[in-house]
Structure formats: structure tokens, C-alpha cells
């Protein structure tokens, strides 16, 4: 089993405070994203899970048990570093081993789950390489063998695709989806793409200078973000969010509206404009919209092909049911 | 990029270094050999011809022959042991964070600064001295008789001077790789479950086996040719006679260039084997 419970969970280093008290439940089989701009504390944030920095207050409960004080090898747990962090003077097969190695577990139980795990990751036939000799991808699935094979509580990944390229991360994000559904383990990720937030998790934490902004499930999250700080960093291209006397209008300091919810026309609508940039994309086109009163410029999402350029005037018109509304302080009105 | 021109003219501006390089190292070489096979005693009568591989003969058939190439080798090999397995010990602990860490680094790195004759001397003098030395002082205070270190411990006396004259650079070496080793692979193998001794057998020491590698074949290539601390200190007596010694003493005190000369081919020898070996058991350390 594995539950994870932060409670009052406080970091700092000498007088900056990196965490401020913090509490977070991760329930068994969860997939738990941490997501947030970078220096936001979410890596931080797991490396105090792991045990690799010790607290400065609070509580770590796994399965129920105090685990502050115990060292990161007793906390059964895996994790899978940014870096990978595989041992380069060993062999792909020595690296998987290493921590049934360090465990004394019996020779025949290791080759088996090497086997296993090989297998599972399509290793088989790199097994007498080095890290040196494979692929960013074929490291990348090194260090996540080397984490299965010691059948942890719950793995912890600590932005484990962004050294890949753009082709191979999104393989990369499947296979980790997977891997998840498969093993039916609690996963803890970290990461600063929202992309990657919202396709993997099961629920998603949004952090912001060591405070948790908002947890729920993606969905939940595009659809009530809970602050300004939220409801911008979900969804691509972001939320606009228009200040001054459209928002008045709605009896709100703020409002926000997504580019998939505004209706775009070229001969009648709400606010009139001019295009900037138009990206086409073939199956969608972004217009970024100058001239909308409050906010400038606007991203607008239209499905398909529209024909419009660089000068042209267009006309929105924001769907009003998914329109967001935000008070001085930037939290959501209901 | 490069064309047949510029290669050419790079060739052309390289020459007249390669040039004097070549001078540099073939003068003295062939003038070794040359004298190596001469009868040539200055003060007996200066070159007195064509000697044939006599001086070959007669420098290993010496009593003092054999000796020396162990002692050679004993202090080479005494020293590397040292300065590598202290060099490695004193890099971690440079490593570890701590107050002051830039002036102690600089402190240890001080002894490398210190000519080796005036080290050996200082050594001699105020350490090993057994009347006026430190040492003597320290047996003293605990009631042992002092020890005269260079005279019944001489070679271990003298890979002692070498050994803290070396432990600098050694050190100083390993403490860059240590510091070029990535620290998340050191978390992966905490959380992985290896206590700190496993950590240093498993990731460390692998980590510094480049820079142990570079270290020994360095070492080695100015150790094979230490003399100021013989010199100095015991004067080549007490079994502490190296070969580097031994030709000197053919040379100078024996005014018998043509031995000497003979001592210093087998010298070049003597390197390029203990090169060879070294290649064989480390050098494959540098691949990869």
C-alpha cells in the first residue's frame, strides 16, 4: 500500500522559507502530479517525501506509519531523477540490480525481475550496454527499471522527461500512463508542463512559492480553477483574463475566458479587433486578437481552418457559460 | 573545414615547435648512447675510446645494481600507495562543506609549493633528528627511547618526506573529479538502499578511477627521478640507494661518464617497463 500523508510539512533553507507549512494526502494507486512554475517548490516538495532533505517541521505518514525520521532507503520507495542518475561504470543489467544487490535478495529472484522488468521496458537487448551507449529515451527507461524492480510503495519522479525531446516525451508520457494502470502503484511526478499535468494525473497539485493553489482532478481544475494563479498556468494556450470594465460589467475584478470558448466572426460579435499573429495549425488556428478593451493581446482557439491574416478585423463573442469570474484578492467568484 | 592549404600551413607554422622539441629530446639521448659505449674518464685521461657494451656489463654485474632497482622500486611503489589512498580519504573530506573550506584547501595544497630539498631538509632537521627532532621530543615526552629515523628507517623515513610532498597533488586531483561527480547518482544509490561504505565502493571509487589512473602515471614519470631527498638525507646510504642515485654516483664520484651513461639507458629501460605495466593495469581505465 501506498498512502502518503504530508501534514504541516515545513522547508527552509537557513532564513528563506521554501515550504511553508503544508498538508497533502496521497491516497493508494493515486497518480499525483506536482505542478507549478520552476523555484515553486515541488521538487522540493519531493525530495522531502523521499527523505533526501530532511524537514524543518511536520509529519510524514507512509501507510500510516511516522516515516520522518526514517532514511530514504527504509521508506520503500523508488525514485527516477531528472538527470537519471544511472550508474555509468555499470552495465544496464548491473544498474537494474543494484538495489536488489544492495538488499542481498537472492541471485535467482534478481534475474527474474530483471528479466521482468527488461521486458516490460523493451531492455532486453541493450541489458550488457552502458548508459553511455543508449538513447536519452532507452536511459530514461533504465532508471524507471531500476525503480520497479524493488516493488516500492510508490514511485517518485522528479521530472523525468525533460531532457527528452519533443517527439519521444509524449512516447515516453504513454508508457509511464501505462506503467501506471499496469502496476496500480501510488506515483508521485513532478513537473512544469501542464501538458504533462493534465494528460498523466489522477490528480494534480498546483503549487506556487511552496503553497499548494488548488488540487483536484484535471478536469476539475480547467473547470473551476480555484485563483487567477490557476487558472493560468491550466490549459494552452492560457486563459485570457480581461481587468477594467468588461469585468465590472460581470460584477467582478477580473474575468477570465479560455480561447476554446470564444466565438470567433468576422462580421458581427461582442469586441472587435485586429489580428496580430495567426497560427494555422490545420486542425485548429490561434488568432492572437488586439484592440478587446482590458485585455491585449487575446488568444482565441478556433476548430479548423478560418481564413483570416495578419491586419484583418475580426469579432468575439466569449461564451458566457464558461466564463470565469475572479474577485480583488484574484479567487474565484461563484 | 580544413583544405589541402590550410593543412599545409598549419604543418608548416606547427614545424619549427615539433622541430625543437625533437632537438630537445635527441640531443641528450644520443649523447647518452654515444658516451654509453665509450671508455671516458675525465680525470683519468678523458675519452679514451671505443668500450663496446663493457659499461653495459659492468653497471648490472655491480653489487649495487640489483639494490637499487628495488629500492627504486619500493619507494615508487610505497609512495603511490600513500598518496593515493590518503589523496582519496582527504578529497572527501575537502569536499564535505565547512567553515574556512577555501584556506584549508589552499593549506593543503602548501607542502607542493615547497622545494624538495628544502622539505627534505626540514624533514631532516627538525622532524627526524634524533637529539633536536620533533619526533625525538614527542617519543621522549612518552618515554621511548627516539628513534634515528633516517638511519634505522631510512626508506621508510624517505617515501615519508616524498609521500606528504605528493599527497598535495594527489588530493588536489581527486578532489575535482569527486567534485565533478553528479549528486543525484549518490541520492539514487541512498534511496536505493547502499550505506554510505557501498556508496563509496560502488559509485565513488569508480567515479575517481580516471583521475587515480592519471595520478599514478604522473606520479610515477617524477618518481622514478627523485634524488634531492636521497641526497640530502642519507646521502644514498642505508639501502636507500636509487638508481637515479647510483648514477649519479658513477658519474660524479667515480668520474666514469661512460658507466653512467650506460646506468642511464637502463634507467630509460627500467621506465618504459614499469610504463608498460602500468599501461597494462590502469590504462584501461583512460578508454571508454
Redesign the interface.
Known amino acids: 500500500m501506498g498512502r502518503i500523508q504530508l501534514k504541516q510539512v515545513k522547508k527552509s533553507f537557513g532564513d528563506v522559507t521554501v515550504i511553508p507549512p503544508l498538508d497533502l494526502e496521497i491516497n493508494d494507486g493515486e497518480f499525483v502530479v506536482f505542478v507549478g512554475p520552476s523555484g515553486c517548490g515541488k521538487s522540493t516538495l519531493l525530495r522531502l517525501i523521499?527523505?533526501?532533505e530532511d524537514m524543518t517541521d511536520g509529519k510524514i505518514e507512509i501507510d500510516g506509519q511516522d516515516a520522518t525520521s526514517l532514511?530514504?532507503?527504509k521508506r520503500k520507495?523508488?525514485?527516477v531523477?531528472?538527470?537519471y542518475?544511472?550508474?555509468?561504470?555499470m552495465t544496464v543489467r548491473k544498474n537494474i540490480a543494484?538495489?536488489m544487490r544492495?538488499?542481498g535478495m537472492d541471485q535467482a529472484e534478481q534475474d527474474k525481475r530483471i528479466a521482468s522488468a527488461a521486458k516490460a521496458l523493451n531492455l532486453t537487448d541493450y541489458l550488457d550496454r552502458?548508459p553511455?551507449q543508449l538513447s536519452g529515451g532507452q536511459r530514461q527507461r533504465v532508471a524507471i527499471g531500476?525503480a520497479i524492480v524493488?516493488e516500492p510503495e510508490a514511485f517518485l519522479f522528479d521530472e523525468p522527461l525533460s531532457n527528452l525531446d519533443a517527439a519521444l516525451r509524449v512516447g515516453m508520457r504513454m508508457e509511464i500512463s501505462e506503467l501506471h494502470k499496469k502496476l496500480a502503484t501510488t506515483m508521485v511526478y513532478v513537473t512544469h508542463d501542464q501538458v504533462e499535468a493534465m494528460t498523466m494525473a489522477d490528480k494534480i497539485v498546483v503549487l506556487q512559492a511552496g503553497v499548494i493553489e488548488q488540487v483536484g482532478s484535471p478536469l476539475e481544475l480547467y473547470r473551476a480553477p480555484r485563483n487567477k494563479f490557476v487558472a493560468g498556468f491550466i490549459g494552452s494556450p492560457k486563459m485570457n483574463l480581461i481587468e477594467g470594465a468588461e469585468a465590472t460589467k460581470h460584477n467582478a475584478q477580473t474575468i477570465g475566458i479560455r480561447p476554446e470558448h470564444v466565438e470567433v466572426s468576422t462580421t458581427d460579435g461582442l469586441w472587435q479587433g485586429t489580428v496580430g499573429v495567426a497560427e494555422h495549425l490545420g486542425s485548429d488556428t490561434f488568432i492572437h486578437v488586439h484592440g478587446v478593451p482590458g485585455c491585449d493581446p487575446m488568444t482565441v482557439r478556433v476548430g479548423g481552418e478560418i481564413p483570416v491574416t495578419h491586419g484583418d478585423t475580426v469579432f468575439l463573442t466569449p461564451n458566457l457559460q464558461h466564463l470565469h469570474r475572479f474577485d480583488a484578492e484574484g479567487l474565484r467568484l461563484a | 573545414m580544413a583544405t589541402q592549404h590550410s593543412r599545409s600551413a598549419a604543418r608548416l607554422m606547427m614545424a619549427p615547435a615539433v622541430f625543437l622539441l625533437l632537438v630537445w629530446m635527441l640531443v641528450p639521448l644520443s649523447m647518452t648512447l654515444w658516451f654509453s659505449f665509450r671508455k671516458y674518464l675525465p680525470l683519468r685521461g678523458g675519452d679514451l675510446g671505443w668500450a663496446g657494451f663493457d659499461n653495459y656489463v659492468r653497471f648490472v654485474t655491480s653489487s649495487a645494481f640489483w639494490p637499487s632497482v628495488m629500492t627504486t622500486l619500493i619507494i615508487v611503489g610505497g609512495v603511490l600507495i600513500i598518496t593515493v589512498v590518503f589523496g582519496v580519504l582527504l578529497a572527501m573530506l575537502l569536499d564535505q562543506p565547512m567553515w574556512g573550506q577555501g584556506v584549508v584547501r589552499i593549506l593543503v595544497i602548501a607542502p607542493f609549493f615547497v622545494m624538495p630539498t628544502v622539505s627534505a631538509l626540514v624533514w631532516k632537521n627538525m622532524f627526524m633528528d634524533p637529539t633536536n627532532g620533533l619526533f625525538a621530543h614527542l617519543w621522549k615526552f612518552f618515554g621511548a627511547e627516539p628513534v634515528s629515523w633516517l638511519s634505522q628507517a631510512s626508506l621508510e623515513s624517505i617515501i615519508m618526506i616524498v609521500s606528504w610532498q605528493w599527497l598535495p597533488f594527489a588530493t588536489l586531483i581527486l578532489l575535482t573529479a569527486i567534485q565533478s561527480l553528479d549528486s543525484s547518482q549518490l541520492e539514487a544509490a541512498e534511496i536505493d538502499g547502499a550505506k554510505p561504505v557501498s556508496r563509496f565502493y560502488h559509485i565513488i571509487l569508480p567515479h575517481l578511477g580516471r583521475a587515480i589512473t592519471i595520478v599514478v602515471l604522473i606520479q610515477t614519470i617524477f618518481l622514478l627521478s627523485i634524488f634531492a631527498e636521497i641526497f640530502v638525507t642519507t646521502g644514498g646510504a642505508f639501502g636507500t640507494k636509487t638508481l637515479t642515485y647510483l648514477i649519479f654516483q658513477r658519474v660524479l664520484e667515480s668520474q666514469n661518464i661512460g658507466l653512467g651513461s650506460a646506468g642511464g639507458v637502463y634507467a630509460i629501460i627500467l621506465a618504459n617497463i614499469v610504463a608498460l605495466f602500468l599501461m597494462r593495469i590502469v590504462g584501461k581505465n583512460l578508454d571508454t
Open positions: 523521499a527523505g533526501l532514511p530514504p532507503a520507495l523508488a525514485m531523477f531528472q538527470s542518475a544511472l550508474y555509468p561504470h543494484f538495489p544492495m538488499a552502458r553511455g531500476r524493488r
